[in-house]
């Protein structure tokens, strides 16, 4: 009657496993504070260059602007007598070439007699956001020397 008789059962115990082989689970805490710092650093980088894009954009456009202003004075002053050119003082435009009270840009002619017939004519314009402004030169030569006033 060995066989009917039972052996008490052991409790089952877990073999002794060291920390360092136990499987992880899941992120720690230092592992996900890094992760986001990481996340920060790529967000700060992305944001600083979209900026820098949008400025860098805004500045070209200023500058397309002023060089269309300067180009068209300058070829409405080469239609003018070359006789009767003179400096003018500075002109607030509106980005389309309007003389406007709180325009953006500013125009100023200059015009430097080199020779008896022959005068540097300078248009210089002062734009948005820039360091330096604008400066077209042309000459301008005034014929055979004779004064177009008389």
């Known amino acids: 009657m060995n066989i009917l008789r039972r052996r008490p059962r052991r409790a089952r115990v877990a073999p002794a496993v060291p920390r360092s082989r136990r499987p992880r689970t899941g992120f720690t ?3 996900t504070v890094v992760a986001i710092v990481l996340m ?6 992305l944001a600083t260059a979209n900026a820098n894009t949008v ?10 602007n002023a060089i269309a202003l300067a180009r068209a004075y ?9 006789w009767l050119l003179q400096s003018e003082t500075p002109v607030r435009l509106n980005a389309d070439g ?9 125009r100023t002619l200059t015009v ?4 008896q017939n022959l005068v540097r ?3 210089r314009i002062n734009y948005p956001r820039s360091t330096a402004p604008l400066l077209l030169t042309t000459s301008v030569f005034r014929g ?7």
Do not use: H, I, K, W
Request: proline share 4%; glycine share 10%.
């Open 144 to 150: 055979n020397g004779l004064n177009g006033a008389s």
């Open 55 to 64: 400025r860098l954009q805004t500045l070209a456009q200023n500058r397309t």
């Open 40 to 45: 920060a650093a790529g967000v700060s980088a």
């Open 112 to 115: 430097t007699t080199l020779r």
């Open 98 to 106: 309007t003389p406007a009270a709180g325009g953006a840009y500013t």
């Open 29 to 31: 805490l230092f592992a």
């Open 74 to 82: 300058v070829e409405q002053v080469r239609t003018r007598d070359p």
């Open 121 to 123: 004519v300078e248009v």
